[in-house]
């Protein structure tokens, strides 16, 4: 569990942002149901595989609901029943179970004596060496409350404890960063991210402590992992460190909010956001300056009328329930509601946790208070009405910063230190400027505007004009850099947030040419040098996704720029725009290399992806690539789930597929002969790896690059046309697209095996359309069907009001028809005005 988390940065020493944590117990409250075991025997199945002994398992943390009927879990690795801290997965199924997607923080290589050198594909931190020694004993020397007396006498021998401390015994990685083979001989200053890897040097037993402590009146708390068998402090880290009625607001003139009755008069209680919680709706209440030490949320605003607020400051010493004082629950209601609305109405994501649940906002904390804060044990928040340096400090990007540090505890959970923490803090202040993007533009809409925030965080609320960071050039504050070094670890995690939220600038807005600029970035040297773009809608929903779905909690710089292109492949296709500019976004921070952008001359291009393969135990399993462009001859190196495969150097890589390969993720990148070498690299490619017999893949030429062959309807739509572009490969299949009213059908004919223990049928989908509106004109129905033409079920509808930049990965389960022979349809119907294309490829239809 991770500490938390402020606004502020720690130079304003007089104004710490106060952030309680609850404590955490060992064993995570989530209930298990059948399917859950049912994906835990899958992953236990997969690690006997790998080599792990029988002391390695799993323990769910937390779950939520994901895109397209999908559920997100989070699963923490454990041994001997003990948490590895920091060792674990998010795994995303479909809502048959099947399971979608894997992303694997695994550091358990070496804990076990029995299969210390295991060696696995999703094994995402290598041993370091012979340090790397394992644990065979977890019995330690001191118990818990022994461990939080010597941490509390260390920290704040004469505090008092404000929340009960805890003490978790686990085992803990000790890692050490590692230059890699290629960057052995650089100089420190021209190391990029990628160049170093985070190693397991050792193996401690240790027990995790959390103490929330008082000291002069101000909050100490820490987070410290002390070695259970020594008693030594090994790492440590802050938690704390030094943002429908008429409302009034402060710093958005009239809004509207939405209240509800209360006898004859009215209350800030808006039933239609959010269930459950403390008052069981999104509320606002008054603390009546309750102290900063431990707030009351006290009651929630009730009014005669339903018009609240003057809008101006609120007078210290004055009444908190008059409309002065009404105003600073104005601006929180108008800011929660629209935290909220954004995540939900482009997002589908409700309230902080995904759930729904339902939280609040009290005001009027202490007095003078320059301070906000997020209590992650109510999952609310406190806002101050400023003193000597801020104003009320309930503007909307403050309110945005804070509630999404709701969001990262309830999924990534990052850990508040380090790259980590860095990374923590700058989803806030990404959370922040989109949810002002948000509102500024009405507050209303399934798409984060082009315009409307500022990139600064906190300007509004500041007496001296001056934001307390600038999103775009981190470095105007004097203290936060505008690239990653190696160093960045190393310093508060407000600064260390820059260089991601410059990345999110440069991702959103693009950058510039002039090196005078405060948009111009010296690491993009490709073409064009002034990167383009992707605008606040792609830029959020790629970097939201890989948060809740990729990252967990000690995702770095480097492995944060593998997830979020990642994110951006899933969304919009492993060679689009969107991932295009992500790779760039990362490189103008020195995070990886730069790319050429799509179109432009001179560079290296793909133009053969290598394509997902289905094979069985025993069989060799290929994968191709080819590019364009550049200087020829090409060298080629391939990755396996972001490795280097040593002595993979042909256009074309194979191997002999054992049980263990399963899963494993393929590609390559591409180098021409110039110097500097320019680079293009390739999509991702998995092998799926089936036992003989069981079925595997069951589609005939899903990829279309057979031609027609498999395939009866209106084979025409099949082939490479100008206009549109492959998933992967060369070839796909183009329905509608005419503009006129027309019908047009592809369809396969199938046997699913009866013994076959799961069914899964994906297909990668671009949606484009002329038509204007959400009206739904054209349509593509996706069905299983009877071999007399019979529906046997309709698996999905997608329209013209579906329509998206690039491929998206649609998944069903289809183990319904086990012992079957059915026909997978395709039918795309346009009406006679405005064309909608439906352009599909990579049809998969694994069944084992």
């Known amino acids: ?48 595989r790998l080599g792990l002994g029988a002391d390695s398992n799993f323990r769910i943390a937390n779950q939520h609901p994901g895109a397209d009927g999908q559920k997100i879990t989070r699963v923490q690795h454990t041994y001997k029943g003990l948490r590895v801290f920091g060792s674990e997965e998010v795994v995303v199924t479909d809502g048959g179970g099947n ?69 978790e015994l686990l085992i803990y990685p000790v890692m050490a960063t590692v230059r890699t083979a290629e960057a052995a001989d650089k100089a420190e200053d021209e190391l990029n991210a ?11 037993l240790a027990y995790y402590v959390q103490t929330r402590m008082i000291v002069d009146r101000k909050p100490v708390y820490h987070d410290t992992i002390i070695d259970a068998k020594t008693g030594e402090v090994i790492a440590q880290w802050q938690a704390l460190q030094t943002v429908v009625g008429t409302g009034n607001s402060q710093y958005n003139g009239a809004v509207p909010i939405s209240t509800s009755q209360n006898g004859s008069g009215f209350q800030m209680l808006d039933a239609t956001r959010g269930t459950g919680g403390k008052f069981g709706g999104m509320a606002i209440t008054n603390a009546n300056h309750s102290s900063q030490q431990n707030p009351s949320p006290g009651n929630v605003y009730t009014n005669s009328t339903n018009t609240w607020g003057d809008g101006k400051q609120y007078i210290p010493g004055g009444s908190t329930t008059n409309a002065n004082g009404q105003t600073a629950a104005v601006n929180a209601l108008w800011g929660l509601m629209n935290t909220y609305d954004t995540n939900k109405n482009v997002l589908g994501w409700k309230s902080l946790d995904g759930n729904n649940t339902a939280t609040y906002i009290a005001v009027h904390v202490d007095n003078a208070y320059d301070n906000a804060f997020y209590d992650s044990g109510c999952k609310c928040m406190f806002i101050g009405d400023g003193g000597q340096y801020f104003y009320n400090l309930g503007s909307i990007d403050v309110i945005g910063h804070e509630m999404s540090h709701g969001i990262t505890d309830a999924t990534s959970n990052l850990v508040y230190a380090g790259e980590s923490g860095g990374l923590n803090e700058s989803h806030s202040d990404i ?37 307390l960071r600038w999103l775009y050039k981190p470095s105007k504050d004097g203290r936060s850099p505008d690239a990653w070094s ?39 040297n490709k073409s064009p040098a002034a990167m383009t773009g992707i605008g606040n809608d792609k830029a959020y929903r790629i970097w939201f996704k890989a948060l809740t779905t990729k990252f967990t909690s000690g995702t770095n710089y480097a492995d944060a720029r593998a997830k979020v292109l990642l994110a951006a492949q899933e969304l919009y296709g492993a060679t689009s725009k969107e991932a295009i500019a992500v790779q760039r976004a990362y490189a103008a921070i020195n995070v990886g290399a730069d790319v050429d952008e799509a179109g432009n001359s001179g560079g290296v291009s793909i133009t053969t992806q290598p394509a997902s393969v289905a094979v069985t135990v025993g069989a060799t399993a290929s994968f191709s690539v080819a590019a364009s462009g550049g200087t020829p001859p090409y060298t080629y190196i391939w990755y396996r789930n972001g490795a280097l495969i040593a002595g993979a150097t042909s256009a074309t890589y194979s191997l002999t597929a054992t049980q263990a390969d399963n899963g494993a993720v393929f590609k390559a990148q591409i180098r021409d002969a110039s110097s500097p070498a320019k680079t293009a690299t390739s999509g991702e490619a998995t092998l799926t790896v089936v036992t003989a017999g069981s079925g595997g893949e069951r589609i005939t030429n899903g990829g279309f690059e057979s031609g027609t062959t498999g395939w009866t309807g209106n084979t025409g739509a099949i082939g490479s046309f100008g206009g549109q572009k492959p998933y992967e490969g ?27 223990a799961s069914a899964k049928l994906s297909f990668a989908l671009h949606i484009d359309t002329d038509e204007i509106g959400r009206a739904r004109y054209d349509r593509l129905v996706v069905a299983v069907k009877s071999s007399s033409g019979a529906v046997l079920g309709t698996l999905a509808t997608y329209s013209n009001a579906d329509a998206a930049d690039g491929y998206q990965v649609r998944t069903f389960d289809l183990s319904a028809y086990k012992g079957q022979t059915v026909t997978l349809s395709f039918v795309s119907t346009e009406d006679s005005w405005k064309q909608t294309s439906f352009v599909i490829d990579k049809v998969s239809l694994i069944a084992q």
């Open 486 to 524: 190696s160093n960045l670890k190393n310093i508060d995690v407000h600064y260390s947030s820059g260089p991601n939220n410059r990345m999110f600038y440069f991702l959103s807005q693009g950058s510039k040419a002039d090196s005078g600029s405060d948009y111009y970035s010296q690491y993009l």
């Open 431 to 467: 959370g922040g400027d989109m949810v002002e993007a948000y509102a500024r533009n009405g507050g209303t809409g399934t798409a984060i505007p082009a315009s409307g925030n500022d990139w600064m965080t906190g300007k509004e609320i500041a007496r001296d004009g001056q934001p």
């Open 730 to 756: 060369q070839r796909y299949a183009w329905m509608g697209g005419n503009g006129k009213r027309n019908t047009e059908t592809l369809t396969q004919t199938v046997t699913i095996p009866s013994s076959a």
């Open 99 to 167: 399971i979608v997607s894997l992303s694997v923080a695994d550091k358990r290589a070496g804990l076990d004596a029995s299969v210390a050198q295991a060696s696995s594909p999703d094994h995402t931190v290598a041993l370091a060496g012979p340090q790397a020694t394992p644990v065979d004993n977890i019995k330690p020397a001191f118990n818990a409350d022994a461990a939080i007396a010597r941490v509390a006498k260390k920290v704040a021998p004469t505090g008092e404890h404000r929340w009960p401390p805890t003490a």
């Open 194 to 204: 990628l160049d170093l890897q985070d190693m397991v040097q050792r193996y401690a």
């Open 1 to 48: 569990m991770n500490l938390r988390k402020t606004l502020l940065a720690a130079s304003i020493a007089a104004m710490p942002l106060m952030v309680t944590t609850p404590v955490s117990a060992a064993e995570p409250a989530v209930a298990v149901t059948p399917q859950d075991k049912t994906l835990l025997a899958k992953l236990a199945e997969r690690d006997a």
